[in-house]
């Protein structure tokens, strides 16, 4: 539960520095409410995608042996 809770808190920051940022940077609420509600969608399929790559990197590594210590 306090996970579901922390990942909600977050994506509400997130939206809302997304909202703040283009507000400041376009002075036009409409824009800065459409980027703040499209930025974090096309986001998570981003990570998603990043998430992917390094899955497949990490698969491609050969297992390593453990070190002895001598």
Same mark, same amino acid.
């Given at each position: 539960?306090?996970?579901? %809770?922390?990942?909600? $808190?977050? $994506? %509400?920051?997130?939206?809302?520095?997304? *909202?703040?940022?283009?507000?400041?940077?376009?002075?036009?609420?409409?824009?800065? %409410?459409?980027?703040?509600? *499209?930025? /974090?969608?096309?986001?998570?399929?981003?990570?998603?995608?990043?998430?992917?790559?390094?899955?497949?990197?990490?698969?491609?590594? /050969? /297992?390593?042996? /453990? $070190? $002895?210590?001598?």
């Amino acid at each position: 539960m306090k996970l579901a %809770l922390k990942t909600g $808190s977050y $994506s %509400l920051m997130h939206l809302i520095v997304a *909202i703040a940022v283009t507000y400041a940077i376009t002075s036009d609420w409409r824009a800065a %409410l459409a980027v703040g509600l *499209i930025e /974090p969608a096309v986001q998570t399929v981003a990570f998603l995608i990043h998430d992917r790559v390094w899955a497949r990197i990490e698969a491609r590594k /050969p /297992p390593t042996a /453990p $070190s $002895s210590a001598a």
